[in-house]
């Protein structure tokens, strides 16, 4: 039986758990969960958390904390989390507020001031690059650019960076986070960008106007992890497995670095390489009900799985349009192909979206039809129950040379 | 209305709201005539390909950022869907025109994840996902798709 509430939901004043929570050198979310899976101590492992976010209303989106610094302090410093763990981006991009540190702005190639258009697909966040140390756990990044979103100082957003997006997300509220953390198999968020100025991307600023520009890739705004001493070749992302029916929150663990250490071996993983190049780099080819999906990709910051079958019926409520609500949960089989020609079967839950209870931001069933027919959208349910390796390109590990992903 | 799973769903009363801003612009893609193609192929700096598939006219913008617009248009001359894919999302106020205004208004914020967006009005689709270094979308007007074309089955 489905409820027959709308659940008037939608508005993210159900729930009271972990709202922003900012110190200075400590602090957290402070969660009562189920416990993680067993993972040996130590410098290289952060805590994850799948919760509702700042604003309460999110679903499979999961979340850490950082601590960044002014580059070379160890006093300046500013701990935030409600940071969205994405291995579809790369680069730390923080809110302005929660951040409040006084940073420098990084210069463009002229001199002026280098701000950033970040697009996303729903939406686009305008910001200045700064550079500063960026600590999360025992992990130190020194002197990273990070895109600090919403800071007054650069109010203006330029309007070929409006026109790319459907909506200015430039505040906790619009965000639904406090930053996200861009750790996917990328180094720089724009290696085009260091030789011609790309749209609506990199900005050159003074206080009377803005344009595009060519930036250097060392400027650009960059995944953190390969400036780590040691453990700077990848990540793994490991997530418990979650009942059918959701959990109210789920627990895991970030792990740095790939055969670095005794925690993060390799072991008999599968490698999957991710496309280099083209209209779907960083993704994977899946096959699924006997059709080729060149354009799918494995993504935490994505909340469901998005594909196409016409045999599972689709949620009848408009509130839950696109969405996937069969009349019982049903485990599918599919097969995901890396670009060496490695395959691995893998199989899905696909649940009544509308049975989630309001409580709970942990949905492995989460399933949704996709906005291309040749794609299949791994996102975070496929990581529940898994251990997921992501080699960053350039990078050895005993499994192999990254880009990759290895599960 | 936020939804907790990042997709937006709006079904709008019909096209009232829409026809209003009809005569406000003029270089505009979607539901304009075909020869506005030319117009968005020289804003965005690409090259025009226009290949004829019996029921519809295909128009391929190949931008020079790597990204392909693709914009459909039928017998009668009228843009009725467009498609994007490549690294970079291609300028959406520039394709889809005196609509974009209507998507901008229906996608509010927040969304619970930056890698999908839905909007589903009775007169305009618009549905895009990827992440960075690698998006799609696809905007259609439901009303001007041609007798016997699936959205779905657009190259």
Redesign the interface.
Known sequence: MRPTLMRA????CGLVICLSAISCGGGGSTLSAPPPPVIPPGSNVVDLVVSG?P?G?????LFTTVTVCVPGSTTQCQTIDNI?V?T???GLRLLVPPLTLSLPVLAAADGNALLECT?????YSWGPVAAMDVLITGELASSVPVQLIGDARFPTVP??C????????NTV????ANG?L?I?A?VQ?CP?CAASA????YYSCTPAACTNTAVALASQVQNPVPFFAIDNNGIIITLPAVAPAGAATVTGSLIFGIDTESNNQSGSQTVLALQTSG?????VTTIYNHQTLS?S?I?S????L?F?DPGIAQCAS??????YCPLMTSTYDATIQGANGISVPVTFDVGD?QTLPQSYTAFPG?G?T????G?F?W?LPFFYNKRVATAIEGFTTSAGTGPYIAF | MPSRFGFKSWMLAGTAAIAVLLPCLASATLGEPEASVLTDGAQLQGSVNQSDLGSYRLHEIQLSSGTLVREYAGLDGTVFAITWHGPYVPNLRQILGRYFDAYVGAAKAPHADHHHLQVRQSDLVVEASGHMRAFNGRAYLPQAIPAGVSVGELP
Do not use: C, W
């Not at chain 1, 408009?318 to 969405?323: K, P, Y």
């Not at chain 1, 996709?370 to 027919?373: N, T, V």
């Open positions: 939901l939608r508005h993210g976010g604003n209303n999110s679903v499979n989106s969205l994405d579809g981006s790369y697009v996303f697909v729903d939406g309007s070929d409006s026109s790319t997006g459907a909506v200015a997300e509220a619009t965000f639904g996200v861009g996917g990328f968020d085009d790309i749209p609506a991307f209209a779907n780099a960083g993704g354009a990709f993504d910051g994505s909340n469901a998005y196409n408009s509130q839950f349009a696109g969405f979206a989460l949704g996709s906005s291309i027919a794609s959208d996102g």
